[in-house]
């Protein structure tokens, strides 16, 4: 069973903030919440990842909710190069990870 | 920087043919993995390494098989491919089994007819 839920897509605006969602009610205390994205053609690249703060790096932020139940990906200003697939993903000690249909990004000129 | 390394890039082949999907990094990451990409059903573990000398089974390993003879290397192999293994297939390495990011490669795309 997936551990993680997420929108099937989402539109958004070149240059505006893109917030996507993942629902993970189940994980657990060990759990890091990984972001991957894939380019179309291409295999997949790693985003961001957290535990229980917030990150920020160059290309995304990753706000964990205080219970941890649910994180979002922030795209701070999506640009055409960002349509992608997004995927929020649980890894830790299961390495049986995969990775689930995740949410399709579109991006309006 | 190459990374990881996967040929084919696309294969036909007939039903029941053997073939083997390799797989080369230069990163000397520790875990490697192999997994397929079916529409709708995203990317699903199919084999994948610890280190070298050791493999296991990921959520789909049926009608694969692996080997990791050293640490640079990880085939995978369809003894006798199927129409149900058309698909595309991603090799990937980290550099432990479960921890740290995953490095993926092109992907190699195979019709099986």
């Known amino acids: 069973d997936a551990k993680t839920t997420q929108p099937n897509s989402m539109e958004s605006n070149e240059e505006e903030p893109v917030h996507l969602p993942c629902n993970h009610s189940t994980i657990s205390g060990t759990d890091y919440i990984h972001w991957y994205r894939q380019l179309p053609s291409q295999g997949p690249e790693y985003v961001i990842h957290?535990?229980?703060s917030n990150v920020n790096n160059r290309m995304a932020s990753l706000a964990i909710a205080e219970d941890r139940k649910s994180s979002t990906l922030i795209l701070h200003r999506a640009t055409l190069r960002d349509a992608a697939v997004y995927y929020c993903i649980l890894r830790d000690d299961d390495y049986k990870l995969s990775f689930g249909a995740g949410t399709t990004v579109t991006v309006r000129a | 920087i190459a990374g990881i390394t996967q040929a084919p890039t696309s294969q036909i082949l007939a039903a029941g043919r053997r073939m083997t999907l390799r797989c080369t990094q230069d990163m000397r990451h520790n875990a490697m993995y192999w997994y397929r990409q079916d529409l709708g059903l995203g990317l699903r573990l199919i084999h994948y390494s610890n280190t070298a000398g050791t493999t296991g089974k990921g959520e789909v390993p049926d009608g694969y098989s692996v080997s990791r003879a050293n640490t640079d290397d990880f085939p995978l192999t369809l003894a006798s491919a199927v129409p149900s293994q058309t698909s595309v297939y991603f090799c990937?390495?980290?550099?432990?089994?479960?921890?740290?990011?995953?490095?993926f490669g092109e992907g190699s795309r195979l019709t099986v007819l």
């Open positions: 990937a390495s980290s550099k432990q089994v479960n921890t740290g990011e995953l490095f």
């Open positions: 957290g535990l229980t």
